[in-house]
């Protein structure tokens, strides 16, 4: 992979809508990188940005940013529809690039922009933040110590009231999150999915939306997202064998809670009136975790790509993994929840991609 030697990296940021100067605020705030231009096609937008920002040149052409030579990167929050037209133009004309989530509207497109990135040598990394959050980090290596046994399902649920969109359904919102951070914790590829949903607002486009995952060695998922929902709710639970984790992200401090629970079931018993569940109530830890702003990590992680050529933690083919999971969701919804299978083509693909990238 090139890497930009330059001590500077000048970037330049597409879409200012709601979650672009989240993005714009992040990357400016590291140093060694300079936000050089924000567009947007909406003037009142770049007005916004203006008066946060008077430093940034701004345009409401992509062409402008995307060839002006001095650029090494461009970041792309826009709509889902148009990030693979965007990421395509921005990779062609040698950029390093960041899209949202999901990476794109389907996995042809998604291929396509891996195989682009990998031919022009650039980074391609996609918006699956949660990675970068500290709970996440932490439950993954709770897991992974081995601490709370074999996993035997999780359950996740994204819930609110809104934001309504128009081109995407609820699973294409947020379900990208659950499925990032599940991937990312069990570090094994999602062979079906079924899916269930139903639109009552605008036609068409799910609002609800009950996900179940199937991974290559048996474990189970189930992720339940919703825009027609009184509460916010950002809630995953991890069942171990030996013990279980809770995670609410809208918990300002505990946002993780080990559970000492599990329930036995005796080996052998010879009567009825000999069987019985061991049920084990036992300890709550809740572990400290120091905040830190999980897109502020990404961006730096972004950066940090760049400049050694390594694989980004939330790469291409990871953003191609999570849009075949969707896909296959969208797929199965319109089979009334049959369980739609993830292609073997695309598993090879993940597996030449992990072999290649594991000789760097
Ligand atoms: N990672 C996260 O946690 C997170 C959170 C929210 C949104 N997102 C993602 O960010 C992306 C943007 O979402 P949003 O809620 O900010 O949408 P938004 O509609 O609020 O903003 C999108 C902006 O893009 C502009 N735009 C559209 N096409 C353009 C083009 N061709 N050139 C320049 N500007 C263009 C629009 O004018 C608008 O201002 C989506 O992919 C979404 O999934 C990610």
């Known amino acids: 992979m090139k890497r930009t030697k330059q001590k500077q990296i000048n970037i330049g940021i597409v879409g200012c809508g709601y979650w672009g100067p989240n993005l714009l605020r992040n990357f400016r705030s590291l140093s060694g990188c300079h936000v050089k231009w924000a567009c947007d096609k909406d003037s009142k937008r770049l007005s916004y940005v203006r008066q946060l920002y008077p430093e940034i040149k701004t345009t409401d052409d992509f062409d402008t940013l995307v060839n002006d030579p001095e650029l090494h990167a461009v970041c792309i929050a826009t709509p ?7 990421a395509r133009m921005s990779l062609e004309a040698g950029k390093h690039t960041f899209v949202e989530k999901p990476m794109a509207s389907n996995t042809a497109q998604c291929r396509e922009l891996v195989n682009l990135a990998d031919r022009k040598d650039m980074i391609l990394m996609t918006g699956h933040t949660f990675i970068y959050s500290a709970p996440v980090r932490r439950i993954k290596e709770i897991i992974h110590s081995g601490d709370i046994g074999k996993i035997l399902y999780i359950s996740s649920q994204r819930m609110n009231l809104g934001l309504f969109q128009t081109d995407i359904n609820t699973a294409w919102d947020l379900a990208p999150h659950d499925i990032s951070i599940i991937l990312y914790i069990l570090d094994i590829p999602v062979t079906s999915v079924n899916c269930q949903g139903k639109a009552h607002i605008n036609t068409g486009i799910e609002d609800v939306t009950n996900m179940s995952l199937l991974f290559t060695n048996g474990e189970f998922a189930t992720v339940q997202n919703s825009w027609l929902d009184p509460n916010k709710v950002r809630r995953m639970t991890f069942v171990g064998s030996r013990r279980m ?105 993940r597996n030449l991609q992990t072999k290649k990238y594991a000789a760097v």
């Open 245 to 349: 984790i809770l995670y609410d992200d809208n918990e300002p401090l505990e946002k993780i809670k080990i559970y000492d629970k599990r329930v036995e079931v005796p080996p052998h018993y010879d009567t009825f009136a000999e069987f019985h569940y061991s049920y084990h109530y036992g300890d709550l830890y809740v572990p400290y975790i120091k905040q830190v702003e999980p897109l502020k990590v990404q961006c730096e992680h972004f950066l940090d790509c760049i400049r050694t050529g390594q694989e980004p933690l939330s790469s291409g083919t990871d953003g191609l993994h999570v849009v075949e999971i969707l896909e296959a969701a969208s797929e199965s919804l319109k089979r009334d929840g049959a369980k739609v299978a993830i292609s073997e083509l695309t598993q090879q693909t």
């Open 80 to 86: 889902v529809w148009s990030h693979f037209e965007l």
